[in-house]
T-cell receptor
Framework: DAGVTQSPTHLIKTRGQQVTLRCSPKSGHDTVSWYQQALGQGPQFIFQYYEEEERQRGNFPDRFSGHQFPNYSSELNVNALLLGDSALYLC??????????FGPGTRLTVL | GEDVEQSLFLSVREGDSSVINCTYTDSSSTYLYWYKQEPGAGLQLLTYIFSNMDMKQDQRLTVLLNKKDKHLSLRIADTQTGDSAIYFCAETYLNSGNTPLVFGKGTRLSVIA
């Protein structure tokens, strides 16, 4: 049984560009949450998707958007990239009333 | 408000016990978690405890919860070099795995052989 998978592993972009990160949840999970982990910090909650809708959102600007597909996989989009968006982006999946399990993350570097 | 605090560094000798501490402020927290992160990797769930429990043991791991002081600790018995990593304490403030996790900044555990 595959766990949570994310792609790509690493990504380098320049300021002002747009990026899309992808996540496939663990089998049987229906909820996907995205977190941003800056260097030396703990993960910060971006948003959560359930039944293809954004259910909760953390303190992130509208440049951060997402989508969930009928197969429960999810995308995180970031527009107008800033240097400060450089971070490890973590996806976590869960099933109702279950614990969140994390993927390996996507390392985004903005130059 | 929600805030999770951890000490940043801990160094122990191989074979000793490690104790990693965490304090939280949200009095409505119901689930408290410990995650492990190795260099360049994602988060691995180690264990969790419900706020109506005082202690949970899982092989080499023991979690202690003091609800009065809002203090959580993780004890690793017989610490090995493979335990070297960053350990994150996290809380959720509703009784569901579908609520956001609030993390501390992590404690970097270094195990000296």
């Amino acid at each position: 049984d595959a766990g949570v998978t994310q792609s790509p592993t690493h990504l380098i972009k320049t300021r002002g560009q747009q990026v899309t990160l992808r996540c496939s949840p663990k089998s049987g999970h229906d909820t996907v949450s995205w977190y941003q982990q800056a260097l030396g910090q703990g993960p910060q909650f971006i948003f959560q998707y359930y039944e293809e809708e954004e259910r909760q959102r953390g303190n992130f600007p509208d440049r951060f958007s997402g989508h969930q597909f009928p197969n429960y996989s999810s995308e995180l989009n970031v527009n107008a990239l800033l240097l400060g968006d450089s971070a490890l982006y973590l996806c976590a999946s869960s099933f109702t009333s279950d614990t969140q399990y994390f993927g390996p993350g996507t390392r985004l570097t903005v130059l | 408000g929600e805030d999770v605090e951890q000490s940043l560094f801990l160094s122990v000798r191989e074979g000793d016990s490690s104790v990693i501490n965490c304090t939280y402020t949200d009095s409505s927290s119901t689930y408290l978690y410990w995650y492990k992160q190795e260099p360049g990797a994602g988060l691995q769930l180690l264990t969790y405890i419900f706020s109506n429990m005082d202690m949970k043991q899982d092989q080499r791991l023991t979690v202690l919860l003091n609800k009065k002081d809002k203090h959580l600790s993780l004890r690793i018995a017989d610490t090995q070099t493979g335990d070297s990593a960053i350990y994150f304490c996290a809380e959720t403030y509703l009784n569901s795995g579908n609520t956001p996790l609030v993390f501390g900044k992590g404690t970097r555990l270094s195990v000296i052989a």
